[in-house]
């Protein structure tokens, strides 16, 4: 009997990563990409956390991988500086993410799977509730399952129906927006750590990054809002005067762009069809760990594929994909979206006070929870509170929403059934 036929809508990493696995094993893949092969990828480099690479089996060559680095967290009145130390230099590498991409694409070709590059999707083709394949521009293709790997403005997933039981599009309140150059470094000294953090530069709501590397300087502004010309032109400013290089030295990216703010979409399989990466919302911003989690989710993906053998590829059959990303990321994914969600209602002065009453301090921005208070620290972070009641409570209630983490993300039911998922959701809806 022929292998299923699978379609991957946009060459998103974690549909790469499923293209590959499935390709070597037999499957039939097609790759339809709305642009060119040598316009792929983000115009600079990013961290990767090795081990997630591992986990699919595609750890970048040797020569692509570069070290990162630890970063230092600045409040936005400049008057606290924390270090992370966390930084593994064994397992965390920073990569081109064109080198990146060329590497997932060339081994997915190198497996067998077929590549339809400036061939830009549509729309699902949908046969009642069931994803049939997909509708391009330049015409209609059937499959036995669609990978949506489109990235978060998705038109599949936008266009499926909805007894489909998927978030069509996003919550607005899902997103970071960001910009990122480079510009030329002309000597600025590399000390360590090359990273600071500014939480709400400018008073801005997010965080922004300046990191100096060999050569040049890496410019990273994340906004809980939709970023402007003017935030820029006053950050890059900002960073001017703090470390004096040149904002008119620019040498790569300049773009604008948006990240999930976490928390993956709470279905993401129906019949024919399995979102993955930006697509579900498979990103911890905090950790910058959205390529790795999409690798894993492509493994994982692959996986669920291969094990339902000639069957259908039905909701229960591609539930088991579901499972074994909430079971393993959901804790995480979960903290991370808690605490942006928290950072997201609160003023640059509430973020002062917290730096500076010791509330955010280096274990706690390490951790990203207060476990590692001792009674007479929560003591006094109490009596700081008080006197800022709005403060304890979004502290409380974010507490709150942490310490059900782990609960939500274990309790993902084990297999596919309308009740037990429906209370899954009430639950996954409150944190
Ligand atoms: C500024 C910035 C910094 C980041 N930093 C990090 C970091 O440090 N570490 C990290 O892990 N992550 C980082 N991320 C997030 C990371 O880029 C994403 O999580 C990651 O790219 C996974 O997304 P994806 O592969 O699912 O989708 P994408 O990378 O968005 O890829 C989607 C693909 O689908 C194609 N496509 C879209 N629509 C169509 C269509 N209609 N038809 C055909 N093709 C289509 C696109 O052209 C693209 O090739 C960063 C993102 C940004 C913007």
Redesign the pocket.
Known sequence: MPRKKIIV???????LCAAILLAREGYNVTV????EKSE?G?D?E???YLPEFDFAGLRPPEKMLKPFFNSSYLNPAKTVKLTDDAVSPVRLRSVD?KDL?AFLTDEAEKAGAEFRFS????SAKCSGNKVAGIV?EKGEYESDLVID???????VRASLPAGAGILRDLPENNVIY?Y?AYYRNTGILMNSPRQTTYFFHCKRPGMDWFITLDGYIDI?LGGFYPLTQGDVDEALQDFENDFSFSKNDRIRGGSF???PLGKAIPKFVCDGYAA????AS??EPMS?????K?MCAGKMLADTVISAGDYELTTERLWRFEKDYFRSFGRSSFSDYTIMSMLKELKAEDIDYFFEKGILNQSVLKSKNFKGFSAWQIINVGISLAKKPHLLSALAFAGLKLSLTEKVALSFPERYKEDEFEKWLKIYNRI
């Open positions: 809508a946009g060459s998103g990493h974690g549909g339809f990409e709305e642009r792929l983000y600079w990013d961290c990767i993410r991409i061939e830009k999707v549509l391009t790997a489109a990235g978060m403005f998705s038109p960001t990122r990273l762009n948006a990240i993955i990466g930006d697509s498979m990103v910058g760990s959205g390529l790795g999409c």
